[in-house]
């Protein structure tokens, strides 16, 4: 039998980690549905103070939307807020033929008025772990996320699944103001004044509370790590329990052990670790990098008093703090390495051909705005307006501020050579909606050309680490045009997206109406926003 404590490569008959998921997945004949309602409330998830935040079904973070590999979900969103409109991006999720509920306000939607409600629709094509947030500014930063667990084979077994462990940093202030601030003032937004593990934490003068993960001695479990921070890669790491990484992104992963997990934000790992240690309290530590990929400055607080964390409880354990020592972990922006449990090979022959050069700069817009831009065009896209419309009205005239690359020719390879600057030093959580990408290499300075990549299964993943230096960086990553669709990608540091770096492919343009349908739920919500916003 399938999918038991013992045979978890395993799903169900025909379906097993070496399915190869871009090309097939179960049919479940299951429709699930969920509603979620965002509102105006306060948080306070550290105890120092309370805030004006965002919340999903009154709570923070939102509650986890949960289905199995080849279930259709429909969630329906409700936006009960006061003064902002909205939309909900599954992050990760291929959105295979349904680009329209990819939930990205000016490209493919309006935004959600304040008021209104709409419906998106999706199959799960892959398993593993994601999360759901705003895609509108910088409100994900202020509330509006949560965990997206799509159960499926895993490539070690495990007992019992804990659930999805969401990382998060917080700001005391409202971060429209600090992104505003940033925007006008031309500098970087301030650190964050404290780390969440699953939307809990103590603050610098201890009040509020650790995230506790119960568990029973002898047990195997799996926990799935999100990172969904605003500007923090996060290391990861568990006192006296090295544990098993299964599973990247929405990628299934060749077992490894290690005792300091990187993540950039965006990035998902699944990971299977043993409770096999005397039954006490232990620290799961959740440390920033190197300062330039965020640096969390808990308020009143260093870092050597109050450990950023949480709690792994064994069952008979006192209710206390852990007394447990840490290992030794890296303060670096870098990503993971790892096999695919899929093995993949990227043609490398038609790279001259179809490589294309993005040069990141960093620089004033008009205004004195402090932007980011893309070949020297800044994206600046129009929810009144989104690219989908274009599209879906016979348009190809598309403005330069909406940063537009066309990938026309179907099944094609499209590569792409991402360019960093020296001047400023920061590395990039580079996301990709609508695919996993092929990341064919990466390094510091100037990039060294094609015999630097790696074709020959290269890692798969949807958020992969763009590095900075004082010599510069890049990042190389490639993908088959399979899925008609219109697709942002844009680095994951919320502040960034919001001031510019941000592109869109146009996937097989003149093949996205025939995977839509209707429209008129597309129609409808561009109407109410139009009323609403003018």
Not at 51 to 68: E, M
Not at 398 to 426: C, D, G, H, R
């Amino acid at each position: 039998s399938c999918n038991t404590p013992a045979n978890r490569t395993c799903w169900t008959a025909g379906f097993d980690t070496s399915t190869n998921y871009y090309q097939k997945w179960p049919a479940t004949g299951q429709q699930l549905t969920y509603d979620l309602r965002i509102t105006n409330g306060t948080c306070n998830p550290d105890g120092h103070s309370s805030k004006t935040c965002f919340l999903v079904n009154g709570q923070y973070p939102g509650p986890a939307i949960r289905a199995s590999w080849g279930d259709s979900v429909r969630v329906t969103v409700h936006n009960d807020l006061q003064i902002n409109g909205t939309s909900i991006h599954f992050h990760g999720l291929r959105q295979f033929q349904t680009c329209q509920n990819d939930g990205t306000n000016g490209v493919t939607e309006c935004p959600i008025a304040p008021g209104e409600s709409r419906s998106y629709q999706w199959t799960a094509t892959e398993y593993g772990t994601s999360w759901y947030h705003s895609h509108h500014s910088v409100q994900y930063s202020q509330g509006i996320l949560g965990p997206i667990i799509i159960d499926g084979p895993t490539t070690q077994n495990y007992d019992q699944d804990l659930g999805a462990l969401p990382l998060t940093d917080w700001y005391y202030d409202d971060t429209f103001m600090l992104l505003w601030r940033a925007l006008y003032g031309g500098g970087a937004p301030p650190p964050a004044q404290n780390v969440l593990v699953n939307g809990s934490m103590i603050d610098g003068f201890g009040h509020g509370k650790y995230s506790v993960i119960n568990v029973v001695k002898g047990q195997t479990y799996k926990l799935r790590l999100i990172n969904a921070a605003t500007d923090t890669l996060f290391h990861v790491s568990m006192d006296n329990h090295p544990f098993t990484v299964v599973g990247a992104d929405f990628v299934a992963v060749d077992p490894y052990q290690t005792t300091d997990l990187k993540m950039n934000i965006g990035q998902r790992y699944d990971i299977v670790f043993t409770a096999n240690q005397t039954a006490s309290n232990y620290w799961l530590r959740v440390r920033p990098g190197a300062a330039v990929c965020g640096s969390p400055q808990i308020y009143n607080a260093t870092h050597s008093d109050v450990v950023v964390g949480a709690i792994l409880r064994y069952s008979g354990a006192p209710a206390a703090n852990p007394t447990s020592t840490g290992y030794t972990m890296a303060a670096t922006c870098e990503d993971e390495t790892y096999s695919n449990h899929l093995k993949l090979n990227v043609p490398s022959t038609t790279f001259a051909a179809q490589e294309k050069p993005i040069d990141i700069t960093l620089g004033t817009g008009p205004k004195n705005i402090a932007n980011w831009f893309i070949n020297g065009s800044s994206l600046d896209v129009d929810w009144q307006n989104p690219t989908l419309a274009y599209i879906l009205n016979g348009t190809t005239n598309y403005p330069k501020s909406e940063n537009v690359f066309l990938m026309p020719q179907a099944n094609a390879w499209y590569f792409w050579v991402i360019i960093n600057p020296a001047t400023p030093p920061l590395p990039h959580p580079v996301h990709l909606h609508g695919h996993d990408f092929y990341k064919l290499g990466s390094g510091t300075g100037p990039f060294p050309g094609v015999s630097a990549l790696n074709f020959n299964n290269p890692m798969r993943r949807d958020v992969s680490t763009l590095p900075g230096s004082a010599t510069g960086g890049w990042l190389v990553f490639g993908f088959p045009a399979d899925n008609p669709g219109v697709w942002l990608t844009h680095c994951h540091i919320a502040w960034h997206v919001s001031e510019g770096f941000g592109m869109q492919f146009v996937e097989r343009a003149t093949e996205i109406p025939g995977t839509i349908g209707q429209v008129d739920e597309f129609n409808q919500g561009c109407l109410d926003w139009r009323n609403y916003w003018n």
